[in-house]
C-alpha cells in the first residue's frame, strides 16, 4: 500500500508560479514512479508529467518549458513546481505512484499508476 497527499495548491493570477507536492509513505518511494495528473471540470483526467526512480522525466508538450518536476527520495516527496501559469491550467492536480518493478519506463497514461492522492486545486486567474 502506499498512501499520496498532495499539498501547496490554491489560487494564482496568470503568469504566476506555484509549487505542489506530495509525500508518499507505505513503501520505498526510491523505487517506483511518480506522475502528475490534473483534471478540469467537465473533462477528463490528463497526464502533466513523471519521473522515475532515478529522475528521469517525461512532460506532456501543454506544460514543458512551465512545469518542472523533482523528486527529494530522504524526504518521500515529489514536487511539481508550476511557472507562467495560465488560466487553462487551473484543475485539480493529483499525484500518483507507478510501482510496475524493474522498469525505468515512464508511463502517460491513468492506467498504468497504482495508486493516487485525493487531489489539490489549482486555479489561474486571468
Known amino acids: 500500500q502506499v498512501q499520496l497527499v498532495e499539498s501547496g495548491g490554491g489560487l494564482v493570477q496568470a503568469g504566476g508560479s506555484l509549487r505542489v507536492s506530495c509525500a508518499a509513505s507505505?513503501?520505498?518511494?526510491?523505487?517506483?514512479?511518480m506522475g502528475w495528473f490534473r483534471q478540469a471540470p467537465g473533462k477528463e483526467r490528463e497526464f502533466v508529467v513523471a519521473i522515475n526512480r532515478i529522475g528521469g522525466t517525461y512532460y506532456a508538450d501543454s506544460v514543458k518549458g512551465r512545469f518542472t518536476i523533482s523528486r527529494d527520495n530522504a524526504k518521500n516527496t515529489v514536487y511539481l513546481q508550476m511557472n507562467s501559469l495560465k488560466p487553462e491550467d487551473t484543475a485539480v492536480y493529483y499525484c500518483?505512484?507507478?510501482?510496475?518493478?524493474?522498469?525505468?519506463?515512464?508511463?502517460?497514461?491513468?492506467?498504468?499508476?497504482?495508486?493516487w492522492g485525493q487531489g489539490t486545486q489549482v486555479t489561474v486567474s486571468s
Open positions: 507505505g513503501r520505498t518511494f526510491s523505487s517506483y514512479a
Open positions: 500518483a505512484a507507478d510501482l510496475a518493478p524493474g522498469t525505468l519506463r515512464i508511463r502517460d497514461y491513468a492506467g498504468a499508476y497504482d495508486y
